[in-house]
């Protein structure tokens, strides 16, 4: 399991590395601290459940009717060329966080009305096995 400092460790060469903005780097560690026990297992699982029809994290895989997710932390919504996204989702111009991920899986047509994205997730602890698995899945992926 991933400690909390192992964590900072590496958000902080993400920073040096490839110019990460400030705040996110801030909820990325907001992340660690409120899931540094998190069931990495457990957090797969519920991606799977809950995303995993629609939507990937592996790298080399194509979209699937969602676009795919690896390394979606820090990355602007509607970017990835080989997938086409909603006109609401083109429109919101946001970088993905832990926070923008938590409001977009509990309500996406709230946050970009007219998107095609109709799954919600009203259960914050399943909310916060997702994000975790989406950090844990970007921060490895760096290494």
Not at 30 to 55: I, L, P, R, W, Y
Not at 112 to 136: E, S
Request: hydrophobic share 40%.
């Amino acid at each position: 399991m991933m400690t909390k400092a192992n964590f900072i460790d590496r958000m902080a060469r993400c920073v040096r590395l490839v110019g990460v903005p400030l705040g996110l780097v801030i909820g990325l560690i907001g992340m660690a601290s409120a899931s540094g026990n998190v069931d990495m297992a457990a957090a797969s699982e519920q991606f799977k459940k809950s995303c995993g029809t629609c939507h990937t994290t592996d790298a080399s895989a194509p979209p699937r009717q969602g676009p795919n997710l690896s390394q979606v932390i820090g990355r602007p919504s509607a970017s990835l060329p080989d997938f086409e996204y909603s006109t609401a989702l083109r429109d919101l111009k946001i970088i993905w966080s832990p926070e923008t991920l938590d409001q977009w899986i509990t309500n996406a047509a709230k946050m970009a009305p007219g998107t095609t994205m109709f799954y919600r997730q009203r259960n914050a602890d399943r909310r916060a096995l997702i994000i975790a698995y989406l950090v844990k899945s970007a921060e490895e992926k760096l290494n």
